[in-house]
């Protein structure tokens, strides 16, 4: 079996954070000080949930135009998670939290790492869904996608997430394409107090939170934390491991100034570390380009800095300064290091009484390192890129139930140079209960680090009459980026009072669809032994037309039950130029499910109980590698439920029971070398104490 390379940065912190030891004191430093603290400092922020329907067809959002804006007037198909919608659910990890979102596929790959996309192309690596925390882009630009094992954000932390389905390019840039996850998190204001969170189950063995927070003078409030967890590996049928198992710790600040009446200072920080497994299918060249199965390990470590700087100026306008400083470092196959620096700027104002503009500029400057051990590597070991972006959104009256918004985003990046993303959007909001939008945008995913530069043994094979051949895929410094021109409408409406209705249809369609183009043989010496490459070039030659629907409603059947149905269909199709040799390119859409449905059920019993109920059922997949269709996952149904007691205000515990109906399944198919593990069956026991 192949052993990993470690560098001097890995033992250091390996040393930091061997056993979770640190992030124990740092637990119980904070437990030590909640005890010091005023009892009756618990969070102040009202729940959304606790709302009646009407009020909750007034919450703003801000993710679809970089400004609170009405649910109503906001020409999106937008989502939003509550805090006491994450507190309900039972979720533990951010991931699975999605699951709740209409449209959005969530799929279970290892018990470390899923695959998450909206409207199609779902991937471990989905390329067209951004996914930002507080701002702050968390994408990597090797591959333009998410670890989402690197994305622990606490969910005791998390204020909202909205979630568009949908382009979101004219005002977040690249790669903003079949929609954005803008995860907000709360002030330290609305956490003054202490907060600990301890659990335990079959799955999730280990699970601690604690928190502390509270005032700085009369001007600031701030608040810290850590977290320690540990997942432990799924089994195979038979009960053998599937050594996949995954531990963790992070910690981290915040604080917020009122420097005056007109201006805010945010400024917070996190670092994170984990140690996590997986089970590998690979070529491995320095073996003679034997293919292996074997174990190998995932080490991965972030820290990050971030500084937001909101000022209001005498004539209501308003500007806001975001800056972040990111450091993600990871042993997954290789050694990989990414440094992102960011500075994005944007200003509000009113033109006259009819326009309401936001407008803007950025700068992000990336350097990755990689050095691979196995068969994926690049041709150079490091890269630097530069995104500078600027934009501009008007939002016109047109009438007094009449609104159209217009804009676009304009960019330079260092692989494609300049790049456009315009949209229009036309709302019609006769009243409060009620409105109809329709839009239109495009959007682009700019080519990644991977596209441009990569080299991937894919597969080796015994030639006709004796020898070797290799399958070997290559980067294409003159990839392209592909884009999207999608056109939506939709409807929502409050009927009466017990009962809201959210409706999407949308038609979708893309160019420059990412292909693996053949070229022409060639022996190679080194490494031994000789052998025969088989290269294969990225290029754009496909193009997809994607069309489909989401909708949603919540019920409240009585004073204390409400009821949440959900239901998307997707309807996808990839078509490869005539030029292109990639017959694989068409089975993309097997990857994501036509059909999805999801029934929530929330219930406050007598006696401070609470019971709460999700069933969703997820048609079937036919994913496939290098052409192939393999391992095609039937579809399923999943139940989850968890019934919670709130003793008073200051204590609360809970038990979750997650994959009721089957023992364990898989979600998702093997792919190019992670090999799927199942998911199964698990119980989880938790408490929460506030002070």
Excluded at 49 to 54: A, K
Excluded at 218 to 240: C, D, L, V
Excluded at 495 to 513: C, E, M
Excluded at 550 to 568: D, I, K
Aim: net charge neutral; with cysteine.
């Amino acid at each position: 079996m192949p052993e990993p390379k470690r560098n001097a940065a890995d033992g250091q912190w390996t040393k930091i954070w061997r056993s979770g030891k640190q992030c124990g004191g740092v637990i119980v430093a904070i437990l030590v000080l909640a005890t010091t603290l005023r009892a009756g400092g618990t969070d102040p922020a009202p729940d959304l949930t606790q709302l009646s329907l009407e009020d909750l067809m007034r919450v703003k959002v801000t993710s679809v135009s970089r400004k609170a804006q009405l649910l109503t007037k906001a020409g999106a198909a937008v989502f939003v998670i509550t805090r006491e919608d994450i507190r309900r659910s039972g979720m533990t990890k951010l991931p699975e939290l999605l699951r709740t979102v209409p449209g959005v596929d969530v799929a279970r790959i290892t018990a470390n790492s899923w695959a998450v996309s909206i409207r199609g192309f779902n991937d471990r690596y989905s390329t067209k869904v951004l996914v930002l925390i507080d701002g702050r882009t968390i994408f990597t630009q090797e591959f333009s996608g998410v670890f989402w094992d690197q994305q622990t954000v606490p969910l005791e932390e998390i204020e909202r997430i909205e979630v568009i389905r949908g382009p979101g390019g004219t005002v977040w840039g690249a790669n903003a394409v079949n929609g954005v996850i803008n995860i907000i998190t709360m002030k330290s204001q609305d956490t003054k107090g202490a907060l600990v969170s301890l659990g335990t189950g079959s799955q999730e063995s280990a699970q601690g939170y604690a928190r502390a927070g509270g005032a700085i003078g009369e001007k600031a409030t701030y608040r810290f934390y850590g977290k320690y967890f540990n997942t432990e590996s799924s089994n195979w049928n038979g009960g053998r491991s599937a050594g996949d198992g995954w531990n963790g710790n992070q910690f981290g600040f915040r604080t917020d100034w009122q420097l005056s009446a007109n201006d805010v200072l945010t400024v917070q920080a996190d670092a994170f570390h984990s140690n996590e497994g997986q089970t590998l299918t690979a070529v491995v060249p320095k073996q003679g380009f034997q293919t292996l199965t074997f174990g190998d390990r995932i080490e991965a470590r972030t820290k990050n800095v971030l500084a937001k700087w909101n000022h209001t100026f005498a004539n209501g306008s308003e500007s806001s300064l975001n800056v972040f400083y990111n450091d993600a470092a990871r042993v997954d196959q290789g050694s990989d290091d990414q440094d992102t620096a960011d500075v994005d700027f944007q200003y509000h104002f009113r033109s006259g009484e009819r326009q309401d503009i936001v407008t803007g500029f950025g700068y992000r400057h990336t350097k990755l390192f990689y050095e691979g051990y196995y068969s994926y590597g690049y041709n150079a070991p490091s890269f630097e890129s530069n995104l500078v972006n600027g934009f501009i959104q008007d939002e016109v009256t047109l009438s007094a139930t009449l609104t159209l918004t217009v804009g676009t985003k304009l960019e330079r990046n260092s692989f494609t140079g300049f790049e456009y993303e315009p949209s229009a959007q036309l709302v019609w909001a006769p009243n409060e209960r009620q409105s109809l939008w329709v839009s239109a945008a495009r959007a682009i995913r700019q080519p990644s680090w991977f596209y441009a530069n990569s080299i991937l043994d894919a597969a080796s094979f015994p030639l006709d009459g004796g020898g070797l051949g290799v399958f070997r895929l290559l980067g294409n410094s003159n990839n392209q980026a592909e884009k999207l021109i999608d056109f939506e409408i939709g409807y929502r409406k409050q009927i009466k009072n017990r009962l809201t209705l959210d409706l999407t249809a949308f038609r979708s369609y893309y160019h420059g669809i990412v292909t693996s183009e053949n070229g022409a043989p060639f022996f190679e010496l080194d490494p031994g032994p000789p052998h025969l490459v088989i290269p294969s070039t990225w290029e754009n030659r496909a193009r997809a037309r994607n069309y489909g629907a989401e909708a949603f409603a919540t019920w409240q059947a009585t004073r204390r039950w409400r009821l949440s149905p959900g239901f998307s269909y997707l309807q996808m199709k990839v078509i490869r130029d005539a030029s292109s040799t990639d017959a694989g390119v068409e089975l993309v859409t097997g990857s994501s499910p036509k059909y999805q449905a999801r029934l929530h059920s929330t219930i406050d019993l007598l006696g401070n109980l609470e019971w709460d109920s999700a069933a969703y059922y997820v048609s079937g997949l036919t994913p496939s590698i290098g052409g192939i269709h393999t391992d095609p996952i039937g579809r399923y149904t999943r139940v989850d439920t968890r019934l919670g007691w709130r003793f008073k205000e200051h204590m609360e515990f809970s038990l979750v029971g997650q994959n009721l109906l089957a023992p364990r399944r898989l979600e998702f198919s093997r792919l190019e070398q992670q090999n799927a593990t199942p998911v199964q069956r698990s119980i989880t026991g938790n408490v929460t104490w506030r002070f």
